[in-house]
């Protein structure tokens, strides 16, 4: 028959009792202290019973000196010798149960304390753990929507309120990323909704003409599939986005300089026919990463590049050796951008001006991507704008660790 839930969690319970902190606080200091006074009581015992045996001796009064001197002269030399030891003895065991008597009562004396020890540090640890009752209380409340909440403790600057300004860092973080996924979201719904609602509208439109020819006909068709393509471009930038975001799964050496140079000569075609000048220094250039994001962010910067620029512009490319890591340079002579600009381009969906090379427009993923495949390979990503237009975006890789 099998046992429910609630009993099994109550039997669990039993057999590892829930403990608080402040309870083993208050058991800890009443332990040290019964341990620390055993130590001083056994220390104070082995002392006090050596000075007794070396140096106290026993002082009768004046009468039972004269007594004992008359008796002692009266009987022959050994036998005082041994009523001298005997009275030695006497005087050893009253010593030993003076001790014992001492050691019994400081024994009770630590136990009344240890107990006493034991309160007190219920006290103190609850003075101590109250901070961490405010801030585990205030956590249990916050959710997914009162992320805007913070604990903003107060007191003296101690370790536990620099916990709660963590804790508060945290939940700021957290809530931009939250606000900031919302708006991705609502962006991507955006973004895929139209290109959809154009097709259907070309389609009806077309559909519904009565006098349809088969070139018309054709023409739509080649018009919902350029617009299929722009989707998925769409779809694979969000995917490469996302999993830029996740983190590297596979890490080795590549040469920014092989892959901007490949990338460049699939691309010469396509600035010339924009009436754009491709210059390029590439240098070899390590970099210790994942070789499709890698390469996913120089296409990135390369297109951005030659899509936002001018006619008769130019677009130049320089990789090299930065501090044993490679470092990436594309700068170009597109329209200007204010610097206050700069940082709204880094996000997802975010795009300056139309191109003026009659290109259709980008996704405005491109230099989101670039920002996060920067982010997981630990780059330094740094943007700015030119003076007469156009931007310079400047990547530097670090060098690879060298236990790798």
């Keep these: 028959m099998p046992v429910p839930a609630t009993l099994t969690a109550v039997l669990r319970r039993m057999r590892y009792p829930r403990t608080t902190v402040r309870s083993r606080l208050a058991l800890l200091y009443g332990s040290l202290f019964l341990a620390s006074g055993i130590a001083l009581l056994a220390i104070t015992y082995v002392l006090a019973d050596d000075a007794l045996r070396r140096y106290v001796k026993p002082i009768p009064d004046n009468f039972l000196i004269e007594q004992r001197a008359r008796k002692m002269a009266s009987l022959p030399r050994q036998m005082q010798e041994a009523a001298s030891a005997a009275e030695g003895h006497l005087v050893l065991r009253q010593q030993t149960a003076d001790l014992h008597s001492l050691l ?17 540090g219920w006290f103190v640890a609850g003075r101590i ?11 249990r409340h916050i959710s997914e929507e009162s992320l805007d909440q913070r ?8 370790e536990l309120k620099d916990l709660g300004e963590v804790i508060d860092g945290l939940l700021e973080r957290l809530q931009a990323a939250f606000a900031a ?43 919902v599939i350029d617009n299929g393509r722009h989707q998925e ?3 694979e930038a969000l995917l490469t986005l996302a999993r830029s975001q996740r983190g590297l799964d596979h890490k080795e050496e590549v040469d920014l300089a092989v892959i901007a140079g ?17 210059d390029l220094a590439l240098r070899p250039a390590p970099a210790f990463g994942d070789p499709q994001l890698i390469e996913r962010l120089a296409a990135n910067l390369l297109d951005n590049a030659l899509h936002y620029n001018r006619a008769g512009g130019n677009v130049r490319v320089v990789t090299e050796n930065y501090l044993g890591g490679g470092r990436l340079i594309v700068t170009n002579t597109g329209p200007v951008v204010p610097e206050d600009q700069i940082a709204r381009l880094l996000e997802p969906f975010q795009r300056i001006s139309p191109s003026r ?24 990503l740094d943007v700015k704008a030119g003076e007469q237009g156009g931007l310079t975006v400047d990547i530097r890789w670090p060098a690879r660790p060298s236990h790798l």
């Excluded at 290109?359 to 989101?368: E, I, K, N, P, R």
């Design 129 to 139: 753990v109250r901070p961490l009752r405010t801030i585990t209380n205030a956590a």
């Design 233 to 235: 471009e769409l779809i």
């Design 357 to 380: 090379t009659g290109q259709h427009d980008g996704s405005g993923l491109g230099l989101s991507i670039v920002q996060a495949i920067a982010k997981a390979h630990g780059a330094h």
């Design 104 to 120: 019994l009562g400081s024994a009770i004396a630590l136990g009344l304390m240890t107990v006493v020890s034991a309160l007190l």
């Design 262 to 278: 490949h990338l460049a000569e699939s691309r010469k075609q396509k600035a010339a026919a924009c009436g754009l000048q491709l």
């Design 151 to 158: 604990l903003a403790l107060e007191g003296q600057r101690d």
């Design 181 to 223: 996924q919302r708006q991705f979201v609502a962006n991507a719904a955006h973004e895929l909704r139209a290109p959809l609602t154009l097709e259907r509208a070309m389609l009806q439109v077309t559909l519904a003409d009565p006098g349809l020819t088969l070139d018309e006909l054709r023409a739509a068709c080649e018009d």
